[in-house]
């Protein structure tokens, strides 16, 4: 099957240095780029860790891992519970 893409000179020049950039020919960046969604759906957890993707967990872990323990001490203990209050000013509930 092929499809055909019509494009400005402009733009189909740069995505052919994009794809040089990466030694691959124009065709065959595209494809790889149309493809890399459907490695995500139809491979199991493990490719998406070779890819480089962390769960969300350790995500956030690494991202709280530079809040000192003195700015978890003066959150309010019922902020999640009276989020509109903190968040928008609403009246507690």
């Not at 149309?34 to 350790?58: F, M, N, Q």
């Not at 509109?84 to 609403?90: I, L, R, S």
């Amino acid at each position: 099957m092929s499809v055909t893409i019509t494009l400005p000179d402009e733009s189909a020049a740069r995505l052919t240095r994009l794809a040089g950039a990466r030694g691959l020919t124009l065709e065959k960046w595209l494809e790889e780029l149309a493809l890399a969604p459907l490695e995500g759906v139809t491979g199991g957890h493990e490719d998406r860790a070779s890819a480089g993707y962390k769960p969300i967990s350790k995500v956030i872990a690494a991202i709280m891992s530079d809040v000192p323990p003195e700015s978890f001490a003066s959150l309010p203990s019922d902020a999640a519970s009276q989020l509109d209050h903190y968040v928008y000013g609403h009246p507690k509930r």
